[in-house]
């Protein structure tokens, strides 16, 4: 089981930048498929970005492909969302998701409901 912590939301101009991290606990951390979400008032959530075990596969939603970069350390235990150029409508609470998962993945890392574990989120607000 492991257990995931966000920090890094905040308040941010549009066309600012904000990092997020997710900090897991446990030994496994590297076995783990990583993936955030982020859900707005009123709406469902969504994908954002997901990243392997490794870091050598990268997933991103269309809406941020371009602006957002997800990496990992695995010696930090350590997931990142580095979000570049935000807009508006990139506010929302931004979710941390894990799961067992050793491969390169493929588009069901898309999928909120293939994840196991989340974390309590972290707010971003972005002000225009």
């Known amino acids: 089981q492991v257990q995931l912590v966000e920090s890094g939301g905040g308040l941010v101009q549009a066309g600012g930048s904000l990092r997020l991290s997710c900090a897991a606990s446990?030994?496994?951390?590297?076995?783990?498929?990583m993936g955030w979400f982020r859900q707005a008032p009123g709406k469902e959530r969504e994908f954002v970005a997901a990243?392997?075990?490794?870091?050598?596969?990268?997933y991103y939603a269309d809406s941020v492909k371009g602006r957002f970069t997800i990496s990992r350390d695995n010696a930090k235990n350590t997931v990142y969302l580095q979000m570049n150029s935000l807009k508006p409508e990139d506010a929302a609470v931004y979710y941390c998701a894990a799961r067992l998962h050793l491969g390169s993945g493929g588009d069901y890392y898309r999928t909120r409901t293939w994840y196991e574990y989340w974390g309590q989120g972290t707010q971003v607000t972005v002000s225009s």
């Open positions: 990243i392997n075990w490794s870091g050598g596969s990268t």
């Open positions: 446990g030994r496994t951390f590297s076995r783990y498929a």
